[in-house]
C-alpha cells in the first residue's frame, strides 16, 4: 500500500514511498517476468466495478505485487481473493497489508510463478502484466468458465477485442468475458409447426455470425451476441416478422426461448439444442 509523504514545510515534491517498516519496494524494480509497478486505487475500483464483483466472487490476481487488487476486492466488494506474486518479500508483504486491512481471512497470496500455479477457480482474474504476457495467458484464460471476467490494467489482448473498455482518470484498462464455446451446427427443438431447424454458428472468441434454416428456408442471423454463455440473436423470416432466440450454451447444450409472438406461437417457446 501506498504511503502518502509530505517532504516536510516548503517542500515541492510529493514522493510516494511503498511499504512498511520491514520491506519497501521500489516502483519499476524487476521481477520475474515483468517488473513491479501498483496500480493506483481509483484504477483498481473501476477495473472491479467493470468486472461487476460482488462477495460471491473469487478474484485471483496474476502478479500480485503489494497485494492492492486482491485486498480492495475484498474490503470494497466482499470478494475472496488471492494473488500470485513470485517476489516472496512482496507475498510477505502483501500479507502484512491485508492483515493491517483486516481481510486476512478473505485473501490469501501464492508464493509462485503465475504460469504455473493454478487459477482455473477464479471467476474474475485480473492482470497488469505486458502485452506478451497476457498474449501467453489467452489460450490458459480461453478455456475459463464461460462467464469468467478478465480485467487488464493498460495492456489488452491483441486480437481478442475487449467487451469493454476502461478509462480512469490517469489509466486505462480492458474487460474480457471468457465466451463459451458456441461455434458449430445445433440441432433445435421446440419451435412450433417448424421442424429440420438447424443453427450454424461462426466464431471468433466473443463474436459471431451465421444463419438458421428453418425448413427449407435459410435466414441470415442479425446482431447475434454471446457473452459468457448467454447466446441472444435475431432473424427475420420470409413474412418479414422478426424472431429472438435468447438461451445459455453449456458443453454443447443449448436451452432458451424463443421470444413471444414469434413464428406459429403467441407465447414464449421453451427452446433446446444440441451440438451436431
Ligand atoms: C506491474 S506489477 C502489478 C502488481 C499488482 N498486480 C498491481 O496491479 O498493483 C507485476 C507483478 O508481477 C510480478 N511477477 C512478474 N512475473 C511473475 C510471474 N511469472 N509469476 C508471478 N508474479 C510475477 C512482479 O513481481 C510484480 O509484482
Known sequence: MALWLLMGAGAQAQTTKFGDEIYQPIRGQMGRDVMWMPTAQDHVMNLLNAAKVTASDRVYDLGAGDGIIPIVAATQFGAKSVGIEYNLKLVELARRNAQRANVGDKVSFVHGDIFVEDFSQATVVTLYLLPELNFQLRPTLLKMKPGTRVVSNEFDMSDWQPDLFIQS??????????????????????LAGVTNTTLHLSQRFQKIGGHITLGQE????????????????????????????????????????????????????PIKGRLR
Open 169 to 190: 482518470e490517469r489509466a486505462k484498462g480492458y474487460l474480457w468475458i471468457v465466451p463459451a464455446e458456441v461455434a458449430g451446427t445445433w440441432i433445435l427443438q421446440g
Open 218 to 269: 435459410q435466414l441470415t442471423l442479425l446482431g447475434a451476441e454471446l457473452s459468457g454463455d448467454r447466446l441472444s440473436l435475431h432473424f427475420v423470416d420470409g413474412k418479414q416478422v422478426t424472431h429472438s432466440l435468447k438461451a445459455r450454451v453449456s458443453g454443447g447444450v443449448m436451452e432458451g426461448e424463443l421470444l413471444a409472438g414469434d413464428l406459429n406461437s403467441s407465447t414464449n417457446q
